[in-house]
């Protein structure tokens, strides 16, 4: 598969017409779609993502439940922001709202930018690995980092805040 100059492969999705996924860029911003909105009829594909300069994609995260479930965005510096995925707004394409502030200056000197996100759903934990050591983070543990869409997010515990992946677990 060789895509057309300048494209690259994030991630792939795949489910029902309706299922919603997550969009998001290194540069804090993003938005929930619909699988049937990144459907394309050109051979050329479709531009769902438009990320800031020197931003790049993050793998599209299936949402489960957009109405009841969880967004956990990580920045690279070991920052977490958890909210509820409904506060992010449903469109087809662009650049997206901003889910966690990350500082311009920060982004644009390479000091800071969004890692992952992930939606976590009732009854499931948030696994953040940070080298050969993980931190599983549920219900209560989740709430010490909840706040609203586009803050700046509160610093993980010392010896987890140079975070490698997150991943959703349980449910």
Do not use: W
Request: charged share 25%; net charge positive; aromatic share 4%.
């Amino acid at each position: 598969l060789n895509p057309p100059s300048g494209a690259t492969f994030a991630g792939v999705a795949l489910g029902a017409a309706r299922s919603a996924v997550i969009l998001a860029s290194s540069a804090g911003h993003g938005f929930v779609t619909r699988l049937e909105d990144l459907v394309s009829r050109n051979k050329a594909g479709k531009v769902a993502l438009n990320p800031a300069k020197g931003a790049e994609v993050l793998p599209p995260v299936p949402v489960t439940d957009p109405e009841h479930d969880l967004l956990a965005a990580v920045t690279d510096s070991g920052r977490l922001l958890v909210f509820p995925v409904a506060e992010l707004p449903e469109l087809a394409r662009g650049k997206g709202n901003k889910i966690l502030n990350v500082p311009k200056a920060a982004f644009e000197a390479g000091e800071e930018k969004l890692l992952a996100v992930a939606a976590v759903g009732a009854g499931q934990e948030l696994v953040i690995h940070a080298g050969q050591r993980y931190l599983r983070l549920r219900g209560a543990d989740l709430d010490a980092y909840r706040g609203a869409r586009a803050q700046r997010g509160a610093k993980l515990p010392r010896g987890f805040q140079r975070v490698d992946r997150i991943e959703v677990a349980g449910g």
